[in-house]
T-cell receptor
Framework: GAGVSQSPSNKVTEKGKDVELRCDPI?????LYWYRQRLGQGLEFLIYFQGNSAPDKSGLPSDRFSAERTGESVSTLTIQRTQQEDSAVYLC???????????FGSGTRLTVV | KQEVTQIPAALSVPEGENLVLNCSFTDSAIYNLQWFRQDPGKGLTSLLL?????REQTSGRLNASLDKSSGRSTLYIAASQPGDSATYLCAVRDTGGFKTIFGAGTRLFVKA
């Protein structure tokens, strides 16, 4: 596609429910990243995928968070048993490979009530 | 561990003024440095990407410089306009873990 697409754009969920966020990277981009941005704060790295290599999960804040990516296509970020502290904008970015610049999606705004 | 700092945290200028945003990083072993713009409630838009072998990049009224040895980059905005009001983020791509580390951003407000 022309850009990085994220869905849904907004998600309101009840505490304790599971949510799944989706990211469609730019076609041909082998690197994909997930970041979290809490209100008024900077970007917090979550996870990085590069081609078929094992992902770098070092930024995932707890075992409630997981992400998958099939090959060089769509990625899903799953948050289980959501907590109010999970409320944030979740941003996905892709890159041609790990040394090129990023293109970001518009993000998913998650609100846990 | 790479750390990226942006100064100032916020800046308010009158329309038409030229301005400089600063970014510093602690580890000079980088692949590239990228400047982004973020509008309230929106994602990030890439402005300029400087590879580690480059000294500067220009796009329209924007000019970004990179001094790897001193761990500094500047974003120069000429003839600022109210539409330039946004948060500007600096991001450094490490050679070590291939992660990109973001600064906290500079919130710019250009008054008409």
């Amino acid at each position: 596609g022309a850009g990085v697409s994220q869905s849904p754009s907004n998600k309101v969920t009840e505490k304790g429910k599971d949510v799944e966020l989706r990211c469609d990277p730019i076609s041909g981009h082998t690197a994909l990243y997930w970041y979290r941005q809490r209100l008024g704060q900077g970007l917090e790295f979550l996870i990085y995928f590069q081609g078929n290599s094992a992902p770098d999960k070092s930024g995932l804040p707890s075992d409630r968070f997981s992400a998958e990516r099939t090959g060089e296509s769509v990625s899903t970020l799953t948050i289980q048993r959501t907590q109010q502290e999970d409320s944030a904008v979740y941003l996905c970015a892709s890159s041609l490979n790990s040394i090129y610049g990023y293109t970001f999606g518009s993000g998913t705004r998650l609100t846990v009530v | 561990k790479q750390e990226v700092t942006q100064i100032p945290a916020a800046l308010s200028v009158p329309e038409g003024e030229n301005l400089v945003l600063n970014c510093s990083f602690t580890d000079s072993a980088i692949y590239n440095l990228q400047w982004f713009r973020q509008d309230p409630g929106k994602g990030l838009t890439s402005l300029l990407l400087i590879q580690s072998s480059q000294r500067e990049q220009t796009s329209g009224r924007l000019n970004a410089s990179l001094d790897k040895s001193s761990g500094r980059s500047t974003l120069y905005i000429a003839a600022s306009q109210p539409g330039d009001s946004a948060t500007y983020l600096c991001a450094v791509r490490d050679t070590g873990g291939f992660k990109t580390i973001f600064g906290a951003g500079t919130r710019l407000f250009v008054k008409a």
